[in-house]
């Protein structure tokens, strides 16, 4: 009987503290928003910063919940995924190194929440993930490990997800051109795998047409210019590993 009394408590606790998550992320968006920071990360920030303050107050919220710390956990991690994946460089960079400090400390609280959100990172279908710097953000931190994260998407650039070259070459350029750069070209080379067979099947389809409509699409000029630019950064790179490098410039070469 006593334990029917305390489930009624204890969702009605879940609740309060949904809502406290809800409001505090609400809060970190809207003073980030509205003061129009020049910050484009957390550490540019200073330490007495009201966005710091709400940060504290939303990791604390989920430390102080033991017996439903999990739960909390989760909450706030698809809070802050939610977040991140409509947030983009160009409207608020500093939003999404917001989110990704706070899902790596959300994360030392819950190893089971973790595992699945970056699960979910990796494995979904779902378009709105196909956000260049919120993944960039991610990769670049870590907490999604970028040899698992390659072979996930290029397998959904095999299977003609929408949306997966574009957001592919753009993420790769990002990742392997950038300075300093996020990952190597050989992180990702079952990627660029997958996008050099789809440029080959882009050429095999205008072979048979006259020289003067042979021409490549968009996305396929999008994917070779990629392939140039990496081959370019391989030449310039001083000798590593041979074989490595050879199965890599036979992957980027066309």
Do not use: H
Request: proline share 4%; charged share 20%.
């Amino acid at each position: 009987f006593q334990s029917l009394l305390q489930q009624p408590q204890q969702q009605q606790q879940q609740r309060d503290i949904s809502a406290a998550i809800v409001a505090i992320i609400a809060d970190i968006e809207r003073v980030v928003s509205v003061e129009s920071k020049t910050a484009t990360t957390v550490g540019q920030l200073g330490a007495e910063d009201e966005v710091k303050a709400l940060m504290k107050r939303l990791v604390t919220l989920a430390a102080s919940e033991p017996t439903n710390r999990d739960e909390a956990c989760l909450v706030i991690s698809q809070k802050l995924v939610q977040l991140l994946f409509r947030t983009t460089a160009t409207t608020n960079p500093l939003l999404i190194d917001i989110a990704v400090v706070l899902l790596a400390k959300i994360f030392e609280y819950s190893s089971r929440v973790s595992k699945e959100v970056t699960n979910w990172i990796l494995v979904s279908t779902d378009e709105r993930k196909f956000n260049v710097a919120a993944m960039a953000g991610l990769l670049s931190s870590g907490l999604v490990y970028v040899l698992d994260f390659d072979v996930q998407l290029a397998r959904q650039i095999e299977s003609g997800l929408a949306k997966a070259v574009p957001f592919a070459v753009d993420l790769i350029r990002r990742c392997v051109l950038a300075t300093p750069p996020i990952a190597a070209p050989y992180d990702l080379v079952y990627s660029l795998e997958a996008l050099g067979r789809v440029l080959k099947r882009a050429a095999s389809a205008i072979a048979s047409l006259p020289a003067n409509q042979q021409q490549l699409g968009q996305e396929a000029k999008d994917i070779m210019g990629l392939m140039e630019d990496i081959s370019k950064r391989i030449s310039e790179q001083p000798s590593g590993a041979v074989g490595s490098e050879a199965k890599l410039r036979e992957v980027v070469s066309f």
